[in-house]
C-alpha cells in the first residue's frame, strides 16, 4: 500500500510569505506527527495528532507555526512570515494507533523549505 | 528530559568490513530505543526498535543492536557492509509518555569505501 506522503518535496519561500506543507498519511493510520530537521541535525518534533484532535503542540517553536488535521486525514503545516531559520526539512509521519511507545512511525520523504 | 548522543558525526568503512554505530541515550525510565536509516531523498526507515525482552535486537538489512542499561548504550552493528548501505543513521528514544514524539540523535553519516 501507499506510504506517507508530503507535498511539495521542495519549496522556496522568500522571506516574510506565508507556505503550506501537506501531509498524507498512510490510510487508516489514527496518529500524526510532524518534525523538523535543520541541516546535519536529526529530525525535532514539533506537533502531534490523535486524530483531528491536536493533542501536543509544545515543539513548535513560535505562534507562526500552525498545523491543522480538519478531518483526522490529511494535515498541513503552515508558517507565516516565514523567517531564514524556518529553513530545514519538514517531517511527516503516521503510526496506525493512538500515539503508545511500541507503536512503529512510518516517515514520509519531507518537504524541504529553503527561505530566501 | 530524555537525550541521544550519537558521538561520531562520520565513519568511513570498506566494504565486507564489519561495522558499529554508537548511541549513548538519556532517559528516566525504562526507554523505547530506535534505529532508523535515512538515505538522500528519502524518508527515515525503520532498522530496528527495542522494548524489552531479549537485549540483542535483529533488524531488517541484516543489522542489529544490543541494548546495555548499564552503559545506557544501543549502539547499532553489521558484520559486513554493503555499499548500499551508505545513508544516515539516527538513534532515537521515546518512551511510555503521552504522544509517542520520539527524540533523535544528531545522526551519523555512513560512507562505504570500495
Known amino acids: 500500500g501507499a506510504g506517507v506522503s508530503q507535498s511539495p518535496r521542495y519549496k522556496v519561500a522568500k522571506r516574510g510569505q506565508d507556505v503550506a506543507l501537506r501531509c498524507d498519511p498512510i490510510s487508516g493510520h489514527v496518529s500524526l506527527f510532524w518534525y523538523q530537521q535543520a541541516l546535519g541535525q536529526g529530525p525535532e518534533f514539533l506537533t502531534y495528532f490523535q486524530n483531528e484532535a491536536q493533542l501536543d503542540k509544545s515543539g513548535l517553536p513560535s505562534d507562526r507555526f500552525f498545523a491543522e488535521r480538519p478531518e483526522g486525514s490529511v494535515s498541513t503545516l503552515k508558517i507565516q512570515r516565514t523567517q531564514q531559520e524556518d529553513s530545514a526539512v519538514y517531517l511527516c509521519?503516521?503510526?496506525?494507533?493512538?500515539?503508545?511507545?511500541?507503536?512503529?512511525?512510518?516517515f514520509g520523504p519531507g518537504t524541504r523549505l529553503t527561505v530566501l | 528530559a530524555q537525550s541521544v548522543t550519537q558521538p561520531d558525526i562520520h565513519i568511513t568503512v570498506s566494504e565486507g568490513a564489519s561495522l558499529e554505530l554508537r548511541c549513548n541515550y538519556s532517559?528516566?525510565?525504562?526507554?523505547?530505543l530506535f534505529w532508523y536509516v535515512q538515505s538522500p531523498g528519502q524518508g527515515l526507515q525503520l532498522l530496528l526498535k527495542?522494548?524489552?525482552?531479549?537485549?540483542l535486537v535483529q533488524g531488517i538489512k541484516g543489522f542489529e543492536a544490543e541494548f546495555k542499561r548499564s552503559q545506557s548504550s544501543f549502539n547499532l552493528r553489521k558484520p559486513s557492509v554493503h555499499w548500499s548501505d551508505a545513508a544516515e543513521y539516527f538513534c532515537a528514544v521515546g518512551g511510555n509518555n503521552a504522544g509517542n514524539m520520539l527524540t533523535f540523535g544528531g545522526g551519523t553519516r555512513l560512507m562505504v569505501k570500495p
Open positions: 509521519a503516521s503510526s496506525r494507533r493512538p500515539p503508545v511507545a511500541t507503536d512503529t512511525q512510518y
Open positions: 532517559y528516566g525510565a525504562t526507554p523505547y
Open positions: 527495542y522494548f524489552s525482552g531479549d537485549t
